[in-house]
């Protein structure tokens, strides 16, 4: 983890802005997919922001790139860190509850850590984090449930695939690391959403049917929060976030999530989640914390000196 940054009031904003922003996404999609399928939804959400970053691009004259290296990596960054979760994800909230998807959606921090320590030479899977990631993945089963973890219904199903949406976005984050640490945020947001909709679009042709454009008012609004605020501007307000406050700070916006979707779904949506998934999230909570290791290290008495 990164060392611990002293956040002015600004950045704490911005920290809040960026997890209500994508709190809000699970309850746009579940608008959305009241209409629309997954895949096509996925379609819908890469374009438009893609196209609204292609426009910030060629406003503030930012360099387009060319390499072909470069766009081989925004291809596997727009499969691993947007059609594959996306899709996934889409997909469980036609089963279970939005805020039960955020939930599963903060088990990616685990993955992240455990798949750093596989792949990166650099990255030791020490005691505390050893200790955090299993905290988390007792969360993560907790919210499951026991019964669900030996059936396959389609709630089962739905979690399963939340689940292995967060396992994408860990490979996401490894492989951004080690293809796209020099690239430009705003044209590697651009480059893989870009990619991300070339491979939608046909998707979901061919899957849901072709893509139409009558579609009633409250479905293009959720799109519309979902590309612009809840993908394209969330994107780069995540960046300016990251230089400013660090990667160890952006947990809080990984905790703040379930709370903002669950608050919405509940309000909006009439959902009500079993207590095994508030359960789960509070065991997820300690996992992240354990990881992150500053809280442990404030509670640690100070040795005299």
């Known amino acids: 983890m990164s060392t611990q940054k002293h956040l002015s009031p600004r ?11 994508w709190g809000a996404v699970f309850f746009s999609n579940r608008i959305a997919l009241d209409e629309i399928g997954p895949i096509t939804l996925v379609a819908h959400r890469t374009l438009w922001a893609a196209l609204l970053l292609w426009l910030v691009i060629l406003l503030t004259g930012t360099p387009i790139p060319r390499s072909p290296r470069l766009w081989g990596a925004f291809l596997v960054m727009g499969l691993l860190n947007n059609l594959i979760p996306f899709s996934l994800l889409n997909f469980a909230q036609l089963t279970i509850e939005s805020g039960l998807a955020s939930i599963f959606n903060a088990a990616t921090a685990l993955w992240g850590v455990l798949l750093a ?17 299993g905290l988390g993945f007792l969360g993560v089963a907790t919210a499951i449930g026991l019964s669900h973890l030996t059936t396959l219904d389609p709630r089962s199903l739905a979690q399963i695939a939340a689940l292995f949406a967060t396992v994408s976005y860990g490979f996401a984050g ?49 799109i519309a929060y979902g590309a612009i605020l809840g993908t394209a501007v969330a994107y780069l307000l995540y960046y300016r976030v990251l230089a400013a406050a660090g990667s160890g700070n952006l947990l809080v916006v990984t905790l703040l999530i379930p709370p903002v979707a669950i608050l919405l779904g509940t309000i909006f949506l009439d959902e009500s989640l079993p207590p095994r998934a508030y359960a789960g999230f509070v065991f997820l909570t300690l996992g992240l914390i354990v990881l992150d290791g500053r809280l442990l290290t404030r509670l640690r008495p100070k040795k005299p000196a």
């Not at 320590?117 to 030791?124: G, K, N, W, Y």
């Open 117 to 133: 320590t596989l792949f990166l030479p650099d990255e030791r899977l020490t005691l505390a984090k050893t200790l955090g990631v």
């Open 11 to 21: 950045v704490w904003a911005e920290l809040f802005l960026l997890a209500i922003l």
């Open 174 to 222: 490894l492989w951004a690391r080690r293809t796209l640490a020099d690239c430009s945020p705003l044209t590697a947001s651009a480059g893989m959403l870009t990619c991300s909709a070339l491979f939608a679009l046909p998707l979901a042709y061919v899957t849901e049917g072709p893509i139409t454009l009558t579609l009633s008012p409250p479905t293009w609004a959720a």
